[in-house]
């Protein structure tokens, strides 16, 4: 019996997070992260010392911390 495209793209769509190692889904490459606030106002955020690229752990501290700032402006609002 053939799947259905729909079929076989829901048995290949990943679940959990792109930082989630376990589905090999690997966060390489990622040399600079910028959030812009609006009117000229960016925060950039690179790795530390001799590192070129952020790895995971780091990755998820950063989302960790955005999560935080989402919940504050909520609050404000």
């Known amino acids: 019996m053939m799947e259905s495209r729909q079929e076989s793209a829901?048995?290949?769509r990943?679940?959990?997070?792109?930082?989630?190692?376990?589905y090999d889904v690997n966060p390489r490459g990622i040399r600079e992260v910028v959030i812009d606030y609006g009117e000229e106002t960016r925060e950039v955020w690179r790795?530390?010392?001799e590192k070129?690229?952020?790895?995971?752990?780091?990755l998820f501290q950063m989302a960790t911390y955005l999560k935080d700032l989402a919940v504050q402006q909520r609050r404000k609002q």
């Not at 990943?14 to 376990?22: A, E, K, V, W």
């Not at 070129?52 to 780091?58: H, I, K, P």
């Open 47 to 49: 790795p530390q010392g």
């Open 52 to 58: 070129r690229e952020f790895e995971a752990y780091e």
């Open 10 to 12: 829901n048995r290949r």
């Open 14 to 22: 990943i679940s959990g997070t792109p930082l989630d190692l376990r």
